[in-house]
């Protein structure tokens, strides 16, 4: 862990207390014995740079960090775990120079709603005569959300999306030495990020799936090669963690575009449960209702899941590349079994449909298990 540059800290689930508990322990110790400075969470870029700003101090709207975890979008990031990581990071700021102190990114793209300030209020320091293009884009975004991706209005939006975007790479120097590097370069992402959003909107489900693992990869590697930041954590889920060269429609993970780029540099920490609750959007009606859901993996007796729970300690981390660990116990992790691993959905009443068949050598570096897990604690 101490040569890894970024940290993948994956969740089983996206409402396991213990998870959550377990990665904010994890970027403390990062913080306080390697060095890092940075967390990026699965979370959207513009809101993200707002969250960062009330972690720094900074005037944002946000009175406390109750409020700055419920603006995230996310009800996964709502709780009362993450309100203590950024109370936490907030507190740690108090009192240290500008190049010790904590910061906060997102790396997903979801959303367009906070990058268009952010490109505003940089631009009225370097380029005002620009402001009427993100206005109006802007409004031509209002628009295209309501109607039919095939709809003329979207490529117009697209177009005039590029034209601002190479807007900033010509007038890098230039605008880097009128309004700073940080402020450029978070304003050039937040530019970028809106071509992601928008090519998002405009793709198949599937494909829309896969190209967001790539555009969060692209947004990491924004923060390394970009911001300069030397090394990161990353908060998201297992299944954006993990090394998997055929995901969703067969194309690679954000973690295995990160692998392919950073190779040992990049450390996968995975995390699983054997039995448990977890919050979750109950989907046995449709889309339903935000609730404590169970699963215990019993059911599915030659799981990874289960047979973990077996094992002498009910909480444990394992090495998957510890020499040590026998012949008998390393041909199990690196053969396929299923995996049990949800989202932000899941129906009880259909656990079969959440497991995988897959092999954990490769998938993760490092392997975090919790025997019985609770819910994440969700703010009011």
Not at 11 to 26: A, I, N, P, S, V
Not at 70 to 96: G, H, I
Not at 127 to 151: G, N
Not at 329 to 355: C, I, M, N
């Amino acid at each position: 862990m101490a040569k890894a540059q970024v940290v993948g800290m994956g969740e089983g689930t996206h409402g396991t207390h213990e998870f959550f508990r377990m990665k904010d322990r994890l970027f403390r110790y990062l913080v306080q014995k390697h060095g890092h400075q940075t967390i990026a969470f699965e979370a959207n870029f513009g809101r993200a740079v707002i969250v960062n700003r009330f972690i720094h101090g900074q005037s944002t709207g946000l009175a406390s960090a109750t409020a700055a975890a419920k603006s995230m979008y996310f009800w996964t990031w709502s709780t009362d775990e993450v309100r203590e990581l950024l109370q936490w990071m907030k507190d740690y700021n108090t009192d240290k120079s500008a190049d010790r102190q904590l910061s906060f990114y997102g790396f997903d793209c979801q959303y367009a709603d906070d990058e268009f300030p952010l490109l505003t209020e940089f631009l009225a320091k370097v380029a005002p005569t620009s402001i009427p293009k993100v206005d109006s884009l802007a409004s031509q975004y209002v628009l295209v959300s309501k109607l039919s991706t095939t709809d003329p209005l979207w490529q117009q939006y697209a177009q005039g999306l590029a034209v601002l975007y190479n807007l900033f790479v010509a007038n890098e120097h230039k605008w880097v030495a009128a309004g700073g590097h940080s402020e450029y370069e978070i304003a050039r992402q937040a530019a970028r990020v809106l071509i992601q959003q928008q090519d998002l909107s405009d793709a198949t489900t599937c494909s829309s799936s896969a190209k967001r693992d790539q555009y969060m990869a692209e947004n990491v590697q924004w923060l390394l090669t970009r911001m300069n930041v030397d090394k990161v954590s990353l908060w998201a889920h297992n299944y954006h963690m993990a090394n998997i060269p055929t995901a969703t429609c067969n194309l690679p993970s954000m973690g295995t575009h990160l692998k392919k780029q950073l190779t040992t540099k990049y450390l996968i920490v995975g995390q699983l449960l054997t039995n448990g609750s977890f919050t979750a959007v109950d989907g046995s009606q449709g889309i339903g209702r935000l609730k404590s859901l169970s699963i215990r993996t019993e059911g599915v007796n030659n799981s990874f899941n289960y047979l973990l729970g077996k094992g002498q300690y009910a909480n444990f981390a394992l090495n998957l590349h510890q020499t040590q660990l026998g012949s008998v116990l390393t041909d199990w992790l690196s053969a396929k079994h299923p995996l049990f691993e949800a989202g932000a959905v899941f129906d009880e009443s259909r656990p079969e449909q959440y497991y995988s068949i897959t092999a954990l050598t490769g998938r993760f570096d490092l392997l975090i298990h919790f025997r019985d897990t609770t819910p994440t604690q969700l703010l009011p």
